[in-house]
């Protein structure tokens, strides 16, 4: 099965690289939002998928490492990946799309609620490239109330 990696492929390539990152979360409605900062190293799978591993603090103090993967899949037309952090057992898949200006990646999962024990929410992480060396996250979860609302947002920034 040999294939060439298509535009969506390469997309994914802006991704490669050494970065570090700082951002805020808020844990609690109605508390102060927690800061965490760390680094990425992003590397290229042949072409189709890319994978990155973090490292840094994460909101509450505590030290993570996280492993990220992304491709797209050309059956579906979707990009697919999946997401662990050493803070938690839950393994995170991805679906997501790509803007029409192909700066945003949107990518939709479901997860465990982090203020509610046993409930499950739907989340979603929008990656934003504002330039080749600084890139945003910024993820969102589905309320009770139907409506998205933001959690976390983390600016990377491009090292190498």
């Not at 037309?77 to 898949?93: A, D, F, Q």
Request: aromatic share 10%.
């Amino acid at each position: 099965m040999e294939t060439e990696p298509q535009q969506e492929h390469q997309w994914l390539q802006k991704l490669v690289g050494e970065w570090t990152f700082e951002g805020e979360a808020a844990m609690e409605p109605g508390k102060p939002a927690e800061h965490f900062k760390g680094t990425e190293r992003v590397r290229s799978l042949g072409g189709f998928w890319i994978l990155a591993e973090g490292q840094g603090e994460m909101p509450g103090g505590c030290d993570a490492t996280t492993v990220m993967t992304l491709g797209y899949d050309p059956e579906k037309g979707r990009y697919v990946g999946t997401w662990i952090g050493s803070m938690m057992p839950h393994l995170w898949v991805y679906d997501g799309r790509l803007d029409e200006g192909r700066q945003v990646l949107t990518l939709d999962s479901e997860g465990p609620d982090m203020t509610t024990a046993g409930k499950m929410a739907k989340f979603r992480d929008m990656i934003e490239f504002k330039n080749d060396g600084h890139r945003v996250l910024t993820s969102h979860i589905l309320g009770d109330d139907g409506k998205w609302h933001e959690i976390m947002t983390a600016n990377y920034r491009r090292k190498k």
